[in-house]
Each structure stands twice: as C-alpha cells, then as structure tokens.
C-alpha cells in the first residue's frame, strides 16, 4: 500500500488550500482514510477521517473551516482548508487503516503566516 499525499504550501492567514492523497496497492474494502497534523514540538493530531461508507469526522478545532470529502472509488482523500490560521502550521500526513493495519504517507507541510 502507498499514500501519496499533494498539495501543501505557504499561505497567509485566512487563505485556502486543498491537500489530496491518493491510496494504492492491496486495500481492503472496509477502511478509513484520514488527515493528521503534527505540529513543531507537539504530537500529531487527528483533524479528519472518513470511513469507506462515507461517515465523516472532524476534530472541533477544524469544524466550519475544513471540508473532508473522499471520492471510494478511486481510494482518494481531499481536505479543502479555509480560513487557515497561523495555528494550523504542521506537517500534515495521510493515513489509511485497514483490519490491524496502519499506513501513512510522506507528510506534506502547511505553512499559514504573514
């Protein structure tokens, strides 16, 4: 299995960016893709995750700003993020679970800074 994570960047507060992950290789029907964060200094956080039946999660600190959508068909994970604040700055990383198994992608870097 691989995750290929896009779509990073630099913005300045208030600004926008879609970050996509695409999922690959021997997956199984049933699972969860997700968004974490982790921050410089801090544990990584979960900010979004949807089940392959389409439930979706969002932590509190992200609701009314970011929009996670998956497209099952194609195993891929979209997290629109809007009205960024300096405090969503972190390296964020997809993930996909499975049965007992975890698997993350490279991390792409959020940058949001005046």
């Known amino acids: 299995v691989q995750l290929q994570a896009s779509g990073g960047g630099s913005v300045q507060p208030g600004g926008s960016l879609t970050l996509s992950c695409a999922a690959h290789?021997?997956?199984?029907?049933?699972?969860?893709l997700g968004w974490y964060r982790q921050a410089p200094g801090q544990q990584r956080e979960l900010v979004a995750d949807?089940?392959?039946?389409?439930?979706?999660n969002l932590v509190d600190s992200v609701k009314g700003r970011f929009t996670a959508s998956r497209d099952s068909g194609k195993n891929t994970l979209f997290l629109q993020m809007a009205s960024l604040k300096p405090e969503d700055t972190a390296v964020y990383y997809c993930?996909?679970?499975?049965?007992?198994?975890?698997?993350w992608g490279q991390g792409t870097l959020v940058t949001v800074s005046s």
């Open positions: 949807i089940t392959s039946g389409g439930r979706t």
């Open positions: 290789g021997n997956i199984f029907r049933i699972n969860t």
């Open positions: 993930s996909l679970r499975f049965l007992r198994n975890v698997f």
